[in-house]
């Protein structure tokens, strides 16, 4: 009974730590959302100096790697990205943060390297926005779901859904419902959904390939005794 108690309490005491985290995380990001778009939420002026564009790069503006996928083109752009994204990273199940910023990571190198070997768009419009990122961490969601006995099906569902958007979106160019967009959403380009889709997995998988993995017990040697 002793041994019980211990383990809820300290289940209750990680989940506590986790929840610290996840918010500490979330206030992070809104912190970063809000000073890459300061300049638009005052004056509804997007950050250029920020997006990701090719030529900046090469001419010595490395910070544009990192500050891309926090930047957006429209007030209606930022709502609606940042919306997607904060929810979907707030509801991971993941309890590490380690691994939630793996997570993070992953998506948005996803959604940058997918488009620079498959897109020509992305040398002509540069990129910005949070919704290459978005996908992966919905595919990551419905892969966590899918490890509940309750949320398999649902989990199944999702990805089912997101992969068919994925390749059609893929097969036509053009962003699904695209044009009952309310506000400007720049060009978007498609293979960013799939990249971070893809970034998203790959990491999924890696992190319960480490989960699964059990390291051998150690074996106690033996020895002989002399008669």
Same mark, same amino acid.
């Given at each position: 009974?002793?041994?019980?108690?211990?383990?809820?309490?300290?289940?209750?005491?990680?989940?506590?730590?986790?929840?610290k985290?996840?918010?500490?995380?979330l206030?992070?990001?809104? !912190?970063? #959302? $809000?000073? &890459?778009?300061? =300049?638009? @939420? +005052?004056?509804?002026?997007?950050? %250029?100096?920020?997006?990701?564009?090719?030529?900046?790069?090469?001419?010595?503006?490395?910070?544009?790697?990192?500050?891309w996928?926090?930047?957006?083109?429209?007030?209606?752009?930022?709502?609606l990205?940042?919306?997607a994204?904060?929810?979907?990273?707030?509801?991971?199940?993941?309890?590490?943060?380690?691994?939630?910023? !793996?997570? #993070? $990571?992953? &998506?948005?190198? =996803?959604? @940058? +390297?997918?488009?620079?070997?498959? %897109?020509?768009?992305i040398?002509?419009?540069?990129?910005?926005?949070?919704s290459?990122?978005?996908h992966?961490?919905?595919?990551?969601?419905?892969?966590?779901?899918?490890?509940?006995?309750?949320?398999?099906?649902?989990?199944?569902?999702?990805?089912?859904?997101?992969?068919?958007?994925?390749?059609?979106?893929?097969?036509?160019?053009?962003?699904?419902?695209?044009?009952?967009?309310?506000?400007?959403?720049?060009?978007?380009?498609?293979t960013?959904?799939?990249?971070g889709?893809?970034?998203?997995?790959v990491?999924?998988?890696?992190?319960?390939?480490?989960?699964?993995?059990?390291?051998?017990?150690?074996?106690?040697?033996?020895?002989?005794?002399?008669?």
């Open positions: 009974m002793r041994s019980e108690t211990t383990n809820i309490y300290l289940n209750q005491q990680g989940s506590t730590s986790s929840l985290n996840n918010r500490l995380e206030r992070g990001l809104i !912190a970063l #959302l $809000l000073l &890459t778009n300061l =300049g638009l @939420l +005052l004056g509804n002026t997007p950050a %250029s100096n920020l997006m990701f564009r090719q030529v900046a790069i090469a001419a010595g503006e490395w910070w544009r790697m990192l500050s996928p926090f930047v957006h083109v429209s007030r209606y752009h930022l709502l990205d940042a919306t994204f904060l929810l979907l990273y707030a509801g991971l199940q993941e309890v590490k943060p380690g691994r939630r910023v !793996a997570y #993070l $990571l992953t &998506t948005i190198f =996803g959604s @940058l +390297l997918f488009p620079l070997l498959f %897109s020509a768009e040398a002509q419009l540069g990129l910005c926005g949070l290459g990122p978005a992966g961490l919905f595919a990551v969601r419905a892969l966590e779901l899918r490890g509940f006995g309750n949320g398999k099906r649902l989990g199944n569902l999702l990805l089912c859904g997101l992969v068919l958007k994925i390749c059609w979106e893929l097969s036509t160019g053009t962003s699904f419902l695209q044009q009952l967009h309310l506000g400007d959403v720049g060009h978007p380009i498609v960013t959904h799939a990249g889709v893809i970034g998203g997995v990491c999924y998988l890696l992190h319960q390939r480490d989960k699964n993995h059990v390291p051998p017990a150690p074996q106690k040697e033996a020895y002989g005794k002399e008669i």
